[in-house]
């Protein structure tokens, strides 16, 4: 079936750089996707949201790139921080309007390095 | 975003026993909710969609009748696990969606079920 998975499960960077966290979602037909972050014992927390119209959207310290021709997701964060240490979801809607219902990646999780 | 409360945050119980979670949506009216299950190191996986003043809809594989699901009012949606037993700990999470698709998480309950 469909799904939506994340290249790698763990991440590692160093205090002050730039992370980048990738998602490959295989349903052609998603329409809306959204980042997560979940930290240990919480529930997620929206990050940044993009539609399927759009390649690119920018919010506080991270950007969310999407390609549609190769179904990837990425999600940069900029001058990651200590208290961006987290799991990162990527999630996607494939039908949105009344029924939707959100897909779950794997997770990813961030690590920051001081 | 919207905020969404839940309560307990952790209870812990005996086997066979039954246990209540309450989900609140505390700025909003909201007619639908959702129930997440998540694993230890897993993804959070959908049980169930809450509609207020109708039935539940359950994803496949979820026992209706071991979930029970009641979204009496627009601001409170309860899920009650019967009969529970050790494979039942998980932390469980409800979201409520706004006039978009996007999702916002409560804060998560742990179960354990000794």
């Known amino acids: 079936g469909e799904s939506v998975g994340l290249h790698l499960p763990t991440l590692s960077v160093q205090e002050g750089d730039n992370s980048i966290i990738n998602c490959a979602y295989s349903?052609?037909?998603?329409?809306?996707f959204i980042w997560y972050k979940q930290e240990s014992g919480k529930g997620p927390q929206f990050i940044i949201d993009?539609?399927?119209?759009?390649d690119k959207r920018q919010g506080q310290r991270v950007t969310v790139l999407l390609n549609k021709t190769v179904k990837h997701l990425s999600l940069q964060i900029a001058a990651t921080q200590p208290g961006d240490s987290a799991v990162y979801f990527c999630?996607?809607?494939?039908?949105?309007?009344?029924?939707?219902?959100?897909?779950f990646g794997k997770g990813i999780t961030l690590s920051v390095r001081p | 975003g919207a905020v969404v409360s839940q309560h307990p945050s952790r209870v812990i119980c005996k086997s066979g026993t039954s246990v209540k979670i309450e989900c609140r949506s505390l700025d909003f009216q909201a007619t639908t909710m959702f129930w997440y299950r998540q694993f230890p190191k897993q993804s959070l996986m959908l049980m169930a969609t809450?509609?207020?003043?109708?039935?539940?809809?359950?994803e496949q594989g979820v026992e209706k009748d071991k979930f029970l699901i009641n979204h009496a009012s627009l601001t409170l949606s309860t899920l009650t696990v019967t009969s529970a037993h050790p494979e039942d700990s998980s932390f469980y999470i409800c979201?409520?969606?706004?006039?978009?698709?996007?999702?916002?998480f409560g804060p998560g309950t742990r179960l354990t079920v000794l």
């Open positions: 809450s509609n207020e003043g109708s039935k539940a809809t359950y």
């Open positions: 999630a996607e809607i494939g039908i949105t309007g009344a029924n939707s219902k959100l897909t």
């Open positions: 993009i539609r399927s119209n759009m």
């Open positions: 349903n052609s037909a998603s329409d809306y």
């Open positions: 979201s409520t969606r706004l006039y978009t698709d996007t999702q916002y």
